[in-house]
Nanobody, 122 residues
Framework: QVQLVESGGGLVQTGGSLRLSCAAS????????MGWYRQAPGKQRELVAT???????NYADSVKGRFTISRDNAKNTVYLQMNSLKPEDTAVYSC????????????????WGQGTLVTVSL
């Protein structure tokens, strides 16, 4: 009913930048929270950043000041601008959306993207 398409991952050198995008489509009535999580090899998935429909964005301490999350509500798209990348940022980054689905009855749905690999080399 709701699909997420991520793009923007890749290989970058330490200190470089990447911009991730995630577009949601399908039977969406409204989107509440959008965000990004990541999972490094051998580690648990962790929150990177979230952005509500209204309110304050939330960042992991490890990315504050380097990453910026934003969203375009008209396009149902969330972005993650990643600057000053470090090798420890290497992970699979997954998009997350919590939305109301335009079905009867209307219901809340949490959707995850398939993930995009970000590799930061020395």
């Amino acid at each position: 009913q709701v699909q997420l398409v991520e793009s923007g991952g890749g290989l970058v050198q330490t200190g470089g930048s990447l911009r991730l995008s995630c577009a949601a489509s399908g039977s969406i009535f409204s989107i509440n929270t959008m965000g990004w999580y990541r999972q490094a090899p051998g580690k648990q998935r962790e929150l990177v950043a979230t952005i509500p429909s209204q309110g304050i964005t939330n960042y992991a301490d490890s990315v504050k000041g380097r990453f910026t999350i934003s969203r375009d509500n008209a396009k149902n798209t969330v972005y993650l601008q990643m600057n000053s990348l470090k090798p420890e940022d290497t992970a699979v980054y997954s998009c997350y959306v919590r939305c109301l689905v335009a079905t009867l009855p209307m219901r809340s749905l949490e959707v995850w993207g398939q993930g995009t690999l970000v590799t930061v080399s020395l």
